[in-house]
Every structure is written in C-alpha cells, then in structure tokens.
C-alpha cells in the first residue's frame, strides 16, 4: 500500500468508532499525564520539602524596636545582656533612620571627570558586633571596636558595594570619606554577608557619632543562635533587652520544628493524594474502555434478552454491576497489594511501617464508585441499543 492510502485506511478505521477511539486515547493520555506529572510534581515537592528542612537550620533571629517618645527601649549596651544567654553566639545593634537613607558621601573634596563624584548612600550606625552578626568579613582592614566608640574616633566601615561606588579598594592609607561634608577615616570594608545583604552598599559608624545624622536610638536587634536555640533565644531576647517592655518590641524567627515537621507532612500527603488520583482516573478509563468493548461484543446477547423481555433498565443494571464488581475487585486487590508494597518497602529501608486502617478499608469502596462511574456511559449504550437492530 502507498503511504497515503495507507494513512486512509488508519484515519477510517479510527473514526469509524469515535467513542472507543476516544476512550483509548483518553488511557494513552493520562497514562502520559501521569508520568509528567509524577517527575514535575515529585520534583516541585522535593524542593518544597528541602526549603522547610532549611527552614530549621536557620539560626537568625531579629528584633524590631518602635519608637518611643521618652526614652529609648533599648539602649546601645543592651546587647550585651542578649550574648550573655545560653544559645547566643553572635549579637548586634543597629539604628537606622529615615533622614539618613540618604545622604551625599565622596571620597574627596576634588572635582575629577573620570572618576565617580558624591553617591547617595544609606548611612548606619552599629556596635562593634555587626560582622559576625550580619556573617560576614573584613574584605580590609577592620570593625571599629569598644576603643573607637570610648574615643568617638571619626572612623567609618564601608560595605563592599558602597566602596566600589566610592573607589575604594585599600585602607592602610587611611583613606577618607565625606559625609554631608563632614570627613571620616575608612578603616575597613565589609563583605561576603551571608545575612541583611542590603549593608553591602551602607556606609557604618559608631554609635557615638551617628547621632550626627539621626541615628541616636536602636532600632533593629540581630542575632544568631546555635542551631536548636532558635525558639528559645526567641522566647527570652525580648525580656532581656528591655525588661518591662516586652509587648513592644517585635520578635522575628524562623518557624518552629512542629511547624515545619507539619508542613512536610502536607507537602508528602499532598504529593502522593495528586498521583493517586490520577491513578484512580487511568483505572476508571481502563474499565470503560473493556466495558464498552464488552458492550460491542455482546450485541447479539443484548437483542435476544430485549426481545424476551428485557427493559432497558435491566441492560443499564447488569452492565453497571459489572462494572462496579470489576471495581470492587479491583479495589480488594489494590488494597492488599499495597499493604503488602508498603510492609516490603519499609522492610528493606528499615523503616517502620504507617499503615491507616481506614485507607485500607476504605480502598474497596472508591475501587466500586470508580468502577460504577467508568461503567454509566457503556451501559446506557447498551440499553439504548433496539432489538431488531441488534439482532441484524
């Protein structure tokens, strides 16, 4: 045969019986759609489940101060009270203001075409902590320590970014920076930050020369515990920067282990309910498929019962409990098997087996309902079939 006679004959032969065409394509489908979504959804939950376990090596904790009218809620030293509990191992405290989001800073008072001019950068003030605070590292030079803030030297730490927009690559020159006209000495450059990446383009000082530019109170509390200490340090950072304040200051970590414990078991419970359902639908196309053959092959017997008595009704009730008991069994089996898959799974990872005795009693059930729903369209052809139609 040539190849489009040949194409001819296949096109016929699939539109001759467009319904069982269709049923049989519709298998070949899901089958397909159930195996993309198997590796998609598989995959998507995979990392769904890897980003909650990640959620419980975070060991960051932040507090947020409000404003007061009197006196400020936390006071510069009260950091210290903070890296006295047990679980602390790094604490800062920074005061950030909205007058100093944006201030003019140049690396020198010339007037030089070829390099860079004032940048508009965002000015903080911090105690001595912030690097491990913030994880990160000198690039050059050095944090100001206790010593800068008890002399209120005119020192300031550049992040990596604020330092490449300002040209500067070295400190042990001493370089020098301008702030609203004002000269500070650049001793360090902060960089790598592993946490609160936004100071990378910040321009740090002490605490004893911010108040310069509005930065007189704190602000912000960040702190890192070591892992297991999250909830704890959460509970008690509040008590101990501010006794008596607790209620305004706001305490932000990571969620709880229970949390997160739950929401793994969602995201693996939600992963297998989409497969078995999908599941549940290729067997339903399954048994509407043979059942309509079976419809098709038993013309002759559908006539003869019509012709002897037989109300349509009856056709529709034998092909429907047919179904459903092709379901049923169905269901009793895949019951069993899969109790059985299970116990041997676990078996061999040397897990310990969950098995819920409702699933299992309530799998020959959905296996009928599915059985019944596949078989409604062939019965309803079968009854619809005349006698002496079918007898010819």
Known sequence: MKIRDLWTEAMAGMLARPVRTALTTLGTVLGIT???????????????????????????????VQENEGSPLVGWDAVDQVTRLRGVESAAAVSEARESANLSVRSNKLVDPARAGAQTLTVIASTP??????????????????????????????????????????VDRAPAVFIEGRAYTVIGILGAFRREKG???????????????????????????????????A???????????????????PPSPTRARDGVQDDVNGLFLILGL????????????????????????????????????????????????????????????????????????????VLDVRLALAAPAAGALVGLLAGLYPALRAARMEPVDALR
Not at 145 to 155: E, T
Not at 237 to 250: D, K, R, V, W
């Open 235 to 253: 509970g008690q950072a509040a008590t101990a920067l501010s006794p008596g304040n607790e209620g305004m200051l706001q305490v932000i970590s």
């Open 199 to 233: 100071f990378g383009g910040a321009v740090m000082l002490p605490p004893t020369i911010g108040r310069r530019y509005g930065l007189r109170d704190v602000t912000r509390v960040l702190i890192n515990t070591s892992l297991g200490a999250v909830d704890l340090i």
């Open 278 to 353: 999908v599941s549940l639908v290729v067997g339903a196309v399954g048994i509407a498929n043979v059942t309509l053959v079976t419809v098709m092959e038993r013309v002759a017997e559908i006539g003869l019962r019509r012709s002897l008595g037989a109300a349509r009704r009856h056709i529709a009730a034998q092909f429907l409990l047919e179904s459903t008991l092709t379901g049923l069994t169905g269901g009793v089996i895949g019951a069993s098997l899969g109790m059985v898959a299970v116990v041997a799974v676990s078996a061999a990872k040397q897990w310990t087996p």
């Open 34 to 64: 159930t195996l993309v979504i198997t590796l998609g959804v598989a995959a998507t939950a995979g990392n769904q489940i890897v980003g909650r376990f990640d959620e419980l090596t975070a060991t960051s904790v932040t507090v947020e």
């Open 129 to 170: 902590g912030l690097p491990a605070a913030v994880k990160g590292r000198m690039l050059q030079g050095r944090y100001f320590d206790a010593g800068h803030l008890k002399r209120a030297d005119q020192v300031v730490v550049l992040g990596e970014q604020a330092a490449a927009m300002l040209g500067i690559t070295r």
